[in-house]
């Protein structure tokens, strides 16, 4: 599996992006969907993930409603709506895929994704 992040850019505080995170190879409706990401000098961070059907969604204590997390599974691909963005919010921004099917124990866990694309970059000036 293969996954591509887009979506990144510069946006002021308060203001709205859309992550996408375009996946190549098969049976991509098997795999649990989880967006980190990585601020400048910290570790990777859990910001959301979403079920192999999109019935279930977990979110970073940080979010508190402002993002939603989402996926087309006919198209493969899985989006993060981000609202409300902070400066705190500027990282670098990561897909991830697992198989594990015990994701609503794990979702957070960095180790539970087995694939994971480039990264975007996301910046928030204030």
């Known amino acids: 599996v293969q996954l591509q992040a887009s979506g990144g850019g510069l946006v002021q505080a308060g203001g709205s992006l859309r992550l996408s995170c375009a996946t190549s190879?098969?049976?991509?409706?098997?795999?649990?969907m989880g967006w980190f990401r990585q601020g400048p000098g910290k570790q990777r961070d859990f910001v959301a993930a979403?079920?192999?059907?999109?019935?279930?969604?977990y979110y970073g204590d940080f979010v508190l409603g402002r993002f939603i997390i989402s996926r087309d599974n006919a198209k493969k691909s899985v989006s993060l709506q981000m609202n409300s963005l902070k400066p705190e919010d500027t990282a670098v921004y990561y897909c991830?895929?697992?198989?594990?099917?015990?994701?609503?124990?794990?979702?957070?866990?960095?180790?539970?994704?087995?694939?994971w694309g480039q990264g975007t970059l996301v910046t928030v000036s204030s």
């Open positions: 190879g098969h049976a991509f409706s098997r795999y649990g």
């Open positions: 991830a895929a697992g198989t594990r099917s015990d994701l609503q124990n794990y979702y957070s866990d960095y180790d539970t994704y087995d694939y």
């Open positions: 979403i079920n192999w059907s999109g019935s279930s969604e």
